[in-house]
């Protein structure tokens, strides 16, 4: 079965634009909350969410339409705690083990279009859940070798490497779309812009071994009939017709097709109903997170920044001001633990054991050479 055959559909489809397109035109409210979003996925995520709350409410009899969003603003803060209170009460009820995250596009709903509640009232009748969270551990070393040697196409293979070296988010490959002009060379490396052309962007670093497999990939493309140009995306959909432009590669084109890649070359162990001690994506960027900094001691405000995290207090401007080249050699040293091929990574091992062992060397020869013209110009009395 093909990727294609297995993907399930995107949420934003035909008909969700459809929605989201009329909801902005006809309600003020729900235009400047959904507007508040950067990305697509949290647009489509917080809509969707807004949506049940919406249900809820009309089921609680609190509006009359599942699309009176200016009902709710009409609320008192009394009121709106109250219905919140309600709510976190229903979820829970329902059973649902992330009412925090249920919760948060109705909080933004609200602060958007200027009303107040009593927040921590709401938030104190969230009950924590006892339930061990999954997703705690990276890939190993040799699992993602596995993965990436049981690859058969150069895409698959690509897009491991790709984010095995970047640990980035999945979404971020398509929100908004990398394309080829986004690839800046530098060294034997590529450099690259996430989430490029907003205030969340940050540089990101392609390892030698990475810019290997998305050269290939692009060169298989080439081969089989695509026009390459600056614009196209970098991880593209197969397409039959050859010489038309390929479709990105979106996040959930990309969730399902990892879970066919990593089918049998890595071990999860179930920790709660359908929780994992190895999330799917983000095992590869746990692994990233490890390898710089526990095993590199790369620069903590670098880690963070290539981690997409938010920099506390005056960071931030550090944040907006870090150039291509900061980020590539505190990133440098990490290269080596990066690079899943064991046998390069041998190989650059080797290579560096021998040029330390170089550098020892000169600096012997240099000391030596110093030595014996000191006890040369001792030995002539010259002073």
């Known amino acids: ?48 969410h807004m949506q049940k709350f919406m249900k809820f409410c009309v089921k609680q009899r609190y509006v009359t339409g599942n699309e009176e969003f200016e009902e709710l603003l009409e609320f008192d803060s009394e009121k709106i705690t109250d219905v919140l209170e309600d709510y976190v009460d229903f979820l829970q009820e329902e059973g649902s083990k992330a009412v925090t995250t249920l919760l948060s596009p109705v909080e933004l709903f609200f602060t958007m279009n200027r009303k107040i509640w009593h927040n921590k009232l709401v938030r104190k009748g969230i009950k924590e859940l006892d339930i061990p969270r999954g997703g705690k551990l990276p890939i190993t070393d040799e699992e993602i070798e596995a993965v990436y040697r049981n690859c058969k196409k150069p895409r698959d293979r690509a897009l491991i490497s790709f984010l095995g070296c970047l640990g980035i988010r999945p979404g971020a490959i398509a929100d908004p779309v990398m394309r080829f002009k986004h690839l800046i060379p530098i060294e034997k490396s590529y450099g690259i812009k996430v989430y490029d052309e907003s205030n969340e962007g940050y540089w990101g670093i392609i390892i030698p071994e990475a810019r290997k497999d998305i050269d290939d990939y692009k060169q298989s493309r080439i081969r089989n009939g695509e026009i390459i140009t600056d614009e196209s995306p970098i ?32 071990k999860r162990t ?114």
């Not at 397109?21 to 809509?47: D, T």
Request: proline share 2%.
């Open 235 to 266: 991880f593209a959909t197969y397409e039959r017709i050859r010489k038309r432009k390929y479709q990105h590669l979106n996040a959930t084109t990309i969730q399902h097709l990892l879970v066919l890649l990593i089918k049998g070359n890595v």
């Open 270 to 383: 179930v920790i709660h109903g359908n929780r994992y001690d190895k999330a799917i994506t983000y095992m590869f960027r746990k692994r990233f997170s490890q390898k710089l900094g526990l095993e590199n001691n790369v620069n903590s405000n670098i880690a963070e920044l290539c981690m997409g995290h938010k920099l506390p207090g005056a960071q931030h401007t550090y944040k907006s001001g870090i150039t291509l080249e900061q980020v590539y050699y505190a990133v440098k040293p990490a290269f080596e633990s990066l690079t899943i091929d064991s046998n390069v990574r041998k190989d650059m091992l080797i290579e560096r054991i021998q040029k330390e062992k170089d550098e020892a060397t000169q600096i012997n020869k240099s000391e030596i050479k110093k030595m014996i013209i000191e006890q040369f110009t001792a030995s002539q009395g010259i002073h």
């Open 1 to 48: 079965m093909s990727i294609e055959q297995y993907q399930l559909q995107p949420k934003m489809n035909e008909k969700q634009q459809k929605w989201h397109k009329e909801m902005k035109e006809k309600h003020r409210c729900f235009k400047k909350f959904i507007n508040s979003l950067n990305s697509i996925v949290s647009q489509q995520g917080y809509g969707y």
